[in-house]
């Protein structure tokens, strides 16, 4: 929704039309009710349930556990459709003068604006929006743009990380956001259990939205394949619920729905997911029956641990967030258990903060096969369960 405004005024303004804000916020009451009615039936049930039957009363147990699994699901949905309802941006209206300046900027390097946006979400990061295409000869890079829009902003822009490379000679509509004040290199390094052909173990690192970075390692009780399936399923239904939006914490809770439900045919895994916010710098920590985790600031060891089981045991789950403000320079280290089984068998598990705050490495790979083959070390060589390093290091863009 555009507003002809004067230049530099700002208005605030919702992303849907009116109609259309209406409808989806109608949907989202829709499924609160039906979650309601999911909520009371339970309350009734739940006072009509009696022991004299061990088999039915839990079967009627694991019914009424359905039941609010799915009522949570339904709240879910109608928050994540009242958030799309409600978002807004603060639209920015470059004036007549800067705008012809920008379109003669870009017609000497070679790029013809047909239209542009300046646009200011509600976090207070800038993203703008430019219709345009390549004229005559080879057109520019579209990060090229970016960093002439970058200059005459003065203010650092970047493409979306699905823009193609080149601006196209056909009419098109190129994204930029602002940069964050923070960018991160990412480091793996894994062994198999030495009587398996593949890991038990499985890890994602996922850029759900510009500027933030999500890394999650699961790690299935046992090994071979199936706990590589198990944690592998983990895995891919973490990232797939994050992308369409719904929240850690509810992501976590349909997992372990998921695991519960499927009994005997689902084994229990672990679960360790940070989050980086990479214009803040404030990481978020959630462990579900996994291994610690580390924070290293030079050779200051912090670690990041949580007593609760694996996914898989209770419909009820302990899920404690923690929240750290990374600076430029820190790495987070996480692991997966095989690690500490190693450890034990040499200087202690008690020992690897000690280590971690003697290692002078700076490439966030070369850390992670260091860690790995310091534990391999005190083993001697024997991996007696899979190893997994994860390591991202943090720092400020210049």
Not at 81 to 90: F, L
Not at 213 to 229: F, Y
Request: glycine share 8%; aromatic share 8%; hydrophobic share 40%.
């Amino acid at each position: 929704m555009k507003k002809q405004l004067t230049g530099g005024e700002i208005t605030f303004d919702s992303v849907l039309p009116e109609y259309g804000k209406k409808k989806l916020l109608m949907y989202a009451d829709s499924f609160r009710d039906l979650a309601h009615t999911f909520t009371d039936s339970r309350k009734q049930e739940t006072a009509e349930v009696k022991a004299e039957d061990r088999q039915e009363y839990l079967w009627k147990r694991r019914l009424l556990e359905n039941r609010d699994l799915m009522a949570e699901h339904l709240n879910e949905m109608a928050q994540i459709m009242t958030k799309v309802a409600e978002e807004s941006y603060r639209f920015i209206h470059l004036g007549e003068r800067k705008v012809k300046q920008l379109s003669h900027i870009m017609k000497e390097a070679g790029i013809l604006l047909k239209d542009i946006c300046l646009m200011e979400k509600e976090d207070g990061h800038k993203e703008m929006n430019l219709v345009m295409r390549a004229g005559k000869g080879t057109g520019l890079e579209v990060e090229e743009v970016g960093n002439l829009l970058s200059v005459f902003l003065n203010l650092r822009f970047m493409p979306v990380r699905t823009s193609p490379v080149f601006i196209s000679k056909e009419w098109s509509c190129y994204q930029y956001v602002e940069e964050p004040k923070f960018h991160v290199l990412t480091g793996v390094a894994k062994a198999v259990k030495e009587t398996e052909a593949v890991s038990g173990d499985n890890y994602s690192f996922m850029e759900m939205k510009e500027g933030g970075l999500t890394a999650v390692l699961s790690d299935g009780m046992g090994s071979g394949e199936k706990a590589c399936k198990d944690s592998e399923f983990v895995i891919e239904f973490m990232e797939k619920f994050l992308e369409v939006g719904f929240s850690k914490e509810t992501a976590v809770q349909m997992i372990n729905g998921s695991l519960i439900a499927g009994g005997e045919s689902q084994n229990m895994s672990t679960l360790d997911i940070c989050q980086v916010d990479l214009y803040t710098g404030v990481c978020e920590f959630m462990k579900i029956g996994s291994a610690p985790s580390y924070i290293k600031r030079e050779n200051l060891i912090e670690q990041i641990s949580a007593r609760n089981l694996p996914l898989g045991v209770f419909y009820e789950m302990d899920m404690e967030v923690t929240r750290r403000r990374l600076v430029d320079g820190d790495y987070i280290i996480m692991l997966s258990d095989g690690i500490l089984d190693a450890l034990s068998q040499g200087i202690g598990e008690d020992m690897l903060p000690e280590m971690l705050g003697r290692v002078s490495l700076k490439n966030p790979s070369e850390i992670a096969n260091y860690i790995l083959n310091f534990s391999l070390n005190q083993s001697r060589g024997k991996v007696r369960d899979d190893m997994t390093v994860l390591v991202t290091g943090i720092w400020e863009n210049l």
